[in-house]
């Protein structure tokens, strides 16, 4: 099995923190930096859950571009795209209790255009989409241009939310006009995404929870409900990029299995 995913691929700064923040003062945390963004998550975590994996993304021609573009790749990921300008960064602060908080610069990433693409690229069996995509230009109308390809193709098409305030600013009403301009087999998305987005998805949601898994939805109807695997949680940064990752793989219970060996370590890559 194949999976491309279109997105972002970023330098992840990652902030555990040892107590809560305080305004205006100084607290302990540990640091670490990693490749990131949701598109090379997915990425990753579908090539260490067994399928071939391919990343197509524009990254900065920058020394950070070419630390997460090895990174990647070494984690057994194919990256595609272009190389120009900065590369973005997101800073995720993470809790005591293992919650996250995150901060984006999606820098060169939004600058993919649908003449950057090469139809080979989506010669595959699943195309996942990062919402992320929807949200800014020209990598809108990158990612419509990429689902026609992968359709081609015959692949399957997923897409994931992303994030309820980036939803609410972009406005629900266009972005369910692009949802279903991809026509998507697929959709992930947290309680808060979908309560963001109003209406009922005519398809397959995939309806996140958190420490209580998630709810397979079929045409408006919960077909499965998922309970989460119980395991110590560290740092939630990733959680469900591994999950779409491992539904797309091998259905719910790789999905259950990579979220909760993902939330179980720090950082969002296997």
């Not at 640091?31 to 598109?39: E, L, M, N, P, Y």
């Not at 897409?159 to 087999?185: I, N, P």
Request: overall charge negative.
């Amino acid at each position: 099995m194949l999976i491309v995913t279109l997105g972002d691929l970023l330098l992840d700064v990652i902030v555990r923190l040892d107590e809560p923040l305080a305004n205006g003062d100084d607290v302990n945390a540990g640091t670490r930096t990693a490749a990131g963004g949701q598109a090379a998550n997915v990425a990753a975590w579908a090539a260490t859950l067994g399928a071939k994996a391919r990343c197509v993304a524009r990254r900065g021609d920058d020394p950070a571009g070419e630390w997460v573009s090895s990174e990647l790749a070494g984690r057994g990921v194919e990256i595609a795209g272009p190389m120009s300008g900065r590369t973005g960064v997101v800073v995720s602060l993470v809790a005591p209790d293992g919650e996250r908080t995150m901060a984006s610069d999606r820098g060169t990433a939004t600058s993919l255009a649908p003449q950057d693409l090469d139809a080979a690229w989506f010669a595959c069996d699943c195309l996942h989409i990062s919402g992320y995509s929807l949200l800014a230009a020209p990598i809108d109308a990158a990612a419509q241009r990429a689902s026609e390809l992968a359709r081609a193709n015959g692949a399957r098409v997923s897409v994931d939310l992303s994030a309820s305030t980036r939803v609410r600013a972009h406005g629900a009403e266009r972005f369910w006009q692009q949802l279903d301009a991809l026509a998507a087999d697929v959709v992930f998305g947290n309680v808060s995404e979908w309560e963001e987005l109003g209406g009922e998805y005519v398809g397959t949601r995939v309806v996140k929870r958190g420490a209580d898994g998630f709810d397979v939805v079929r045409d408006g109807a919960v077909e499965e409900r998922c309970q989460a695997t119980v395991t110590s949680v560290v740092d939630t940064t990733g959680a469900g990029d591994a999950l779409a990752a491992g539904f797309l793989v091998g259905g719910t219970q790789l999905a259950l299995d990579a979220a909760a060996r993902c939330v179980a370590q720090v950082g969002a890559m296997p």
